[in-house]
């Protein structure tokens, strides 16, 4: 079965469960990952190691890099659950500020450059971007 159909059968599956019982879910299956993935889990804690130093115990490694993977996990929920929130579902979930410095830019047809934190789903800021034209 390709990747395709995985991602379809789970997007169908993650919209009819609550939320809170999507990320629960979620959780369990990034902790089975974490464990099931050396290789990439070894990664994860090279890349804590840089952002704390060579000092970092193995412990704390391994909770902030668990930890990524679990957050990692409640993104691909969200991305999973984005077809059906529908327009009033992402506007409701995006905060934003200053939208008419983008609406302005794109009118005189500069284009425009978004910068936002690496954080939560970015592809839910496309979304609201997409439902203001």
Excluded at 94 to 110: I, P
Excluded at 121 to 129: E, P, Q, S, T, V
Aim: charge should be positive; aromatic fraction near 10%.
């Amino acid at each position: 079965m390709s990747l395709y159909f995985v991602a379809r059968i789970a997007s169908f599956i993650w919209q009819r469960l609550p939320p809170r019982v999507g990320y629960a879910i979620a959780r369990v299956l990034a902790d089975i990952a974490y464990l099931a993935w050396p290789r990439g889990c070894t990664c994860l804690r090279d890349n804590m190691r840089h952002v704390l130093g060579d000092d970092a115990s193995r412990k704390e490694l391994d909770r902030l890099a668990r930890g990524s993977l679990r957050n990692y996990f409640k993104y691909l929920v969200d991305f999973l659950r984005l077809p059906a929130l529908g327009q009033e579902g992402i506007e409701r979930r995006v905060v934003s500020q200053n939208w008419d410095n983008l609406d302005g830019a794109l009118r005189e047809g500069k284009g425009a450059i978004i910068v936002t934190l690496h954080q939560g789903n970015w592809d839910l800021l496309g979304a609201a971007i997409a439902l203001r034209n």
